[in-house]
């Protein structure tokens, strides 16, 4: 075990934070996830992240919380983009693009606010990459917290929420009303990638959210095992992330080591060519 | 950014500031005309993945002391590939891979050259205020490159976006099509990126072509009023910038989501009108 | 099963020679062979998933064939050839700045590199094109607002626009009201003739296109069987199609298939109007 874990990971207060931020943020992408590839959402899942960016940055300018800056950003975003994009389903793609450009106009605006009013450097660093091992562990109850609200709300919905993706004339027909959906799904979804983001940083949250959610879908037959799947699929990948970026800081010989967000990129990576390879294999068996 | 340059007392039109009004005119036409397609084909996922995603060639670049601008477009180039060969049905997944893979390449490039702030600051939001005449002149060239290929693959492009089935069954390469388009997409948004950044490039190429196909009915039309759109953006943005001393990002993204809001606005009212 | 050659005096327009169809390791046509000559219109009939549209689109080159050949028009048939197609659906953006005389001229020159202004004769064609379908109300309207009919009847022009020797329309009565139905398959009659253009129309219901067409092509578990209405709409035809027993009754001029429970003849017969 000793070549495998380099000395002092399992006694470190830091690794101890993001090994559990991170499992509590795979659980949560994990789910969502699913349903999000299934409604083909994807690139709002992303821009999302970057919408939560201003929310970030606006907080840190009025001293707010950083959570709550992503998710009151999230939940505004994400019902635009919803409320432009129900109405003629196809100009969605146009709706999300639309709001993402005028986000990263407000966030390049509320870093620019941040940066002149401090001398701080590596704000956009740190929201952009943001590193699991920066977190602080005080806000470990808060994040289980949103995690939890944020699943259970899924569960909630998920009946009339799956319905409504794979089947709407039926969803219809069956009183679900697809605007209300799709709004109580955009919010889940900003809550989802705010947190994730805040924990995390940006590129890992979509990451997150879209790969292993891939990936088990691509393996399971039914949408509980792919959810199931997603979950155990993102986990792995956050922890052994984690366990290679620690690692990395002992293998160079610089001493520098490899950022999170990388190796956790480089396992959802693996985990989605395996389950290509996989869905290719069992469609040549026939 | 504009924003940290401007001391009160110089005028916008300031012979320092000539190469900003090229730089932004060049890029928002460009941005214009191929933004258009990015809508209609409705690849706006890729036209915000591929400039971010380059950045990490930029990155790369720098590492091994090349140009970060050709880093920038060896990637842009690279992942618009990865997307046309992998994104048969237009999959938004294989999008979004692509795009967190080269941001985190990015990462872990930057992570190892060293280079921090500024560097990722003027990629995401560029740096209009410090173009040199040599990149408005590259950035002339590349106007010149994508007219002209826009203007042969016109009729073909425009085709395969309404109907990709149709199109093929004519004897249109949809597929070639569809790279070229991409690759267009790539070149374009890797030159504009160290320009105007990679926010603001995405703003332009999704928000004034979206208001201007609701505007006109015609293709040649609606190409011409993209970018005259994308162009109003720019310009009011480099003088609100200038003006108020923020930076222009701000300004490009709030007005080209305004030209969108207006024109969706102007087109429910006709529709209600035209059914009373 | 196979189907009868064309009669002396017809020029054939496509040759579906022995094609063979997998798509996902499941053979969906095997050994379809038929022929369709200059100006006939023929109804591919089928029920849903039967392969009627795998069959258009093999015609067209759209979808590979893992064995036999397609002949359009004397040629291997590849895309590109002068063949009209209307698909099943397609689902055009509502704000693409397009009109109808856009499209439809698409038809005629939207394979061409370059961006020469359109010639008067490209206009004149559109306009012809427009009017034998009685769309000229409609070419300045986005095609993005109209309904699905019109929607419909936009890409039949669009397919006519370049002088097709064959049109293949795949399901294009499937959501129509009945007088439209009806309206639809007149016009298309009318432009077969003034046009001299073949006509293959997949629908699921055989009545309709009684009065206009010329053959039938019967595809049903992967294979084809082809001949004139009275020659396919019957009991023993259709119950060697199918595997097991039919009936097949004409009620009021209406043709009505009715098909058993198989390996239980007439026992709880469910009926289905074709
Ligand atoms: N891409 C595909 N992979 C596997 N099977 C397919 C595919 N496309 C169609 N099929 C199957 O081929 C059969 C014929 O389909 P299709 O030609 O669309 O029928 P029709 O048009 O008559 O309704 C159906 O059973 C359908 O399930
Ligand atoms: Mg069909």
Redesign the pocket.
């Known amino acids: 075990m000793h070549w495998l874990v380099e000395p002092g990971f399992w006694s470190n207060p830091v690794v101890g934070t993001a090994l559990v931020l991170g499992a509590v943020v795979a659980v949560v992408s994990g789910a969502v996830g699913v349903v999000v590839v299934v409604r083909g959402q994807s690139f709002a899942g992303h821009a999302l992240t970057d919408v939560a960016m201003a929310g970030g940055a606006g907080a840190s300018l009025v001293g707010a919380a950083p959570l709550v800056g992503f998710l009151l950003a999230g939940v505004l975003g994400g019902g635009s983009m919803e409320a432009a994009g129900t109405e003629r389903v196809r100009d969605r793609d146009v709706a999300t693009g639309v709001v993402l450009g005028a986000a990263a106009g407000l966030t390049a605006l509320l870093l620019y606010f941040v940066s002149s009013s401090s001398s701080a450097t590596g704000s956009t660093q740190s929201v952009l990459f943001g590193s699991v091992f920066t977190v602080s562990p005080s806000v470990v109850p808060l994040g289980v917290a949103v995690a939890a609200g944020t699943l259970a709300a899924l569960f909630v919905v998920r009946r009339p929420l799956l319905l409504s993706s794979l089947n709407p004339e039926l969803a219809a027909a069956r009183g679900v009303r697809p605007r209300a959906i799709g709004l109580a799904f955009v919010v889940v979804l900003a809550a989802s990638v705010a947190l994730s983001a805040l924990v995390i940083g940006a590129i890992l949250s979509t990451a997150l959210l879209v790969g292993p959610a891939s990936a088990a879908l691509r393996v399971a037959r039914g949408l509980g095992g792919a959810t199931l799947g997603a979950i155990a699929a993102g986990v792995a990948a956050v922890e052994l992330g984690i366990l290679a970026s620690y690692d990395s800081f002992y293998w160079s010989s610089a001493h520098r080591s490899v950022p999170v967000s990388a190796c956790v990129v480089g396992v959802i990576l693996v985990e989605v060519a395996l389950s290509a390879l996989w869905s290719r294999a069992r469609a040549r068996r026939g | 950014m504009v924003a940290r340059a401007s001391a009160s007392g110089l005028a916008v039109f300031a012979p320092f500031m000539a190469n900003a009004w090229l730089a932004g005119t060049l890029v928002a036409i460009v941005s214009g005309a191929v933004g258009l397609f990015v809508v209609v084909r409705q690849r706006a996922f890729a036209a915000h993945a591929i400039p971010n995603g380059a950045f990490a060639g930029a990155a790369g670049a720098t590492l091994i002391g090349a140009s970060p601008l050709l880093g920038l477009v060896v990637f842009a180039v690279a992942s618009a590939l990865g997307v046309a060969a992998l994104g048969r049905r237009r999959d938004d997944v294989v999008t979004a891979l692509a795009l967190v893979t080269m941001l985190a390449l990015g990462a872990a490039l930057l992570a190892a050259s060293g280079a921090y702030e500024p560097a990722i600051d003027a990629l995401l939001f560029g740096e209009l205020l410090g173009v040199s005449r040599a990149e408005v002149v590259a950035l002339a060239l590349l106007v010149v490159g994508t007219t002209v290929v826009l203007t042969v693959v016109f009729r073909p492009l425009l085709y395969s976006s309404l109907s990709e089935e149709i199109a093929a069954a004519r004897g249109v390469a949809v597929r070639v099509l569809d790279a070229t388009f991409l690759v267009l997409l790539a070149v374009s948004a890797a030159l504009a990126v160290p320009v105007v950044g990679a926010l603001l490039t995405f703003a332009l190429t999704v928000g004034p072509p979206a208001a201007a196909r609701m505007l006109v009915r015609r293709p040649g039309r609606a190409l011409a009023l993209a970018a005259v759109l994308s162009l109003a953006c720019v310009w009011a943005g480099i003088a609100s910038a200038y003006w108020s001393g923020w930076p222009i990002g701000f300004f490009v993204g709030v007005y080209a989501a305004v030209e969108y809001v207006a024109a969706r606005a102007a087109s429910s009212w006709r529709d209600t009108r035209a059914r009373p | 099963m196979g189907c009868e050659p064309l009669p002396e005096d017809r020029r054939e327009v496509v040759h579906v020679h022995r094609v063979e169809v997998a ?2 390791g ?1 053979t ?1 046509l095997h050994d379809v062979d038929f022929r369709v000559g200059e100006g006939e219109f023929v109804g591919l009939i ?1 029920t ?8 258009l689109r093999a015609i067209l080159g759209l979808q590979a064939t893992t064995a036999g050949e397609v002949i359009v028009a004397g040629r291997p048939g590849r895309r590109g050839g002068p063949v009209g197609y209307v698909p099943q659906r397609v689902a055009f953006d509502h704000d693409v700045p397009v009109r109808v005389a856009d499209f439809v001229a698409l038809g005629v020159d939207g394979t061409r590199l370059g961006l020469a202004r359109r010639g008067r004769g490209v206009r004149e064609r559109v306009e012809a094109v427009l009017a034998s379908l009685e769309l000229s109300a409609l070419a300045g309207r986005r095609i993005g607002a109209l309904s699905g009919g019109e929607q419909q009847r936009v890409l039949m022009a669009h397919a006519l626009a370049s002088r097709p020797r064959l049109l293949l329309l795949d399901e294009p009565l499937a959501n129509l009201d009945l007088p439209r139905v009806h309206e639809t398959i007149a016009v298309l009659d009318r432009v077969r003739r003034a046009e001299g253009v073949a006509v293959v129309l997949s629908a699921h219901e055989i009545g309709p296109l009684v009065p206009v067409m010329d053959r039938v092509i019967y595809i049903a578990q992967g294979g084809v069987a082809c001949g004139t209405t009275e020659e396919v709409v019957r009991a023993e035809v259709l119950s060697a199609l199918y595997g097991h027993h039919v009936d097949v009754l004409t009620v009021h001029g209406r043709v009505v298939v009715v098909e058993g429970e198989a390996g239980d003849p007439g026992a709880h017969p469910e009926v289905v109007v074709r």
């Open positions: 798509l996902g499941r969906v089928g849903n998933g039967s392969g009627k549209t795998t069959l």
